[in-house]
């Protein structure tokens, strides 16, 4: 199975993987399933279409809002 490295230089930080996930799909495919997943407890995975880049500022003011303290450890 493949895998994709993410590499964050911030506590809460939005990275568009999606050039690197359909670069690892066959382009002969014609249709089927994708299935993406992170191993990392930590990280999360989101599905937005970036017609509008006021979503992606929408989440980081979300996630400041959850997360105000960056320093904050469990």
Do not use: K, W
Request: charged share 25%.
């Amino acid at each position: 199975m493949p895998e994709i490295t993410v590499v964050t230089r911030e506590c809460c930080e939005l990275v568009d993987i999606t050039r690197r996930i359909a670069a690892l799909v066959p382009p002969d495919l014609g249709s089927g399933l994708c299935s993406v997943h992170s191993l990392h407890t930590t990280a999360a995975l989101t599905v937005n279409e970036n017609a509008d880049p006021d979503v992606q500022h929408a989440d980081d003011v979300e996630f400041d809002v959850l997360y105000p303290d960056p320093e904050l450890t469990f």
